[in-house]
Each structure stands twice: as structure tokens, then as C-alpha cells.
Nanobody, 127 residues
Framework: QVQLVESGGGLVQAGDSLTLSCAVS????????MAWFRQAPGKEREFVAR????????FAVDSVLGRFTVSRDNAKNMVYLQMNMLKSEDSAVYSC????????????????????WGQGTRVTVSS
């Protein structure tokens, strides 16, 4: 059974940087399409970005373009979300998710397509 554990969240100030990590166990991260979702207080969880098996990254939230980067280290079985120039609206619980399904443009943002989830790590950005 694949398990995902996020870490790296915390309280930062606007403009700071933060790197979230997602440790994968029970399976090789290289065989999974990985994604990051976030859920702000009082809002629904939203897809942030995905990183394919081949390492391609797709962002779905325009507001993070140019500020966030997703990467993976297959040797360490880790996935990362590097967040720069953080804003108060980035405050949320960030979760990583994994799937072995073949996703398309119409499905890769859908929570239901990801079979494995971490517990989430909270990011709070003070303005």
C-alpha cells in the first residue's frame, strides 16, 4: 500500500519561500503521476499542479505560475513543491496525491483520479 507523508509546512511571511516535501513509501514514485492539491479555510480543495512520470509539470492555478515549482527525486522517492514569493492567499493545507491511472487534460485535476493521499501539511502566510 502506497503511503504519502507531507512535510515542510509552517508559518511564514508574505514574500517568503517554502519547500514542501512528499515522501512516498510502498511504491516507486517513478511509476506514479503525482499532484499537489490545497484547501484553504472555508474553501473546497483545489488542484495546484501535477508532475508526470516523465517529469513534466502542469499547473492549474494561474496565480502560482512563475512562483511554484514541482519536482521529484525518483532515487529518494520524494516529490517537492517549491513555493516562492508566497502570498496570504496561498495559505492552505497542501496535500500530495498519487495515481497510476493514465490521465488526460480533462481528468488530471480531478481528485477522484488520485488513489493515494497524504495527510496534508499546513501553510500559513501572514501579510
Amino acid at each position: 500500500q502506497v503511503q504519502l507523508v507531507e512535510s515542510g509546512g509552517g508559518l511564514v511571511q508574505a514574500g517568503d519561500s517554502l519547500t514542501l516535501s512528499c515522501a512516498v513509501s510502498g511504491g516507486a514514485v517513478g511509476s506514479y503521476s503525482m499532484a499537489w492539491f490545497r484547501q484553504a479555510p472555508g474553501k473546497e480543495r483545489e488542484f495546484v499542479a501535477r508532475n508526470t512520470r516523465s517529469g513534466d509539470t502542469t499547473f492549474a492555478v494561474d496565480s502560482v505560475l512563475g512562483r511554484f515549482t514541482v519536482s521529484r527525486d525518483n532515487a529518494k522517492n520524494m516529490v517537492y513543491l517549491q513555493m516562492n514569493m508566497l502570498k496570504s492567499e496561498d495559505s492552505a493545507v497542501y496535500s500530495c496525491a498519487a495515481t497510476q491511472r493514465w490521465l488526460t487534460m480533462s481528468t488530471w485535476t480531478m481528485e477522484s483520479q488520485y488513489d493515494f493521499w497524504g495527510q496534508g501539511t499546513r501553510v500559513t502566510v501572514s501579510s
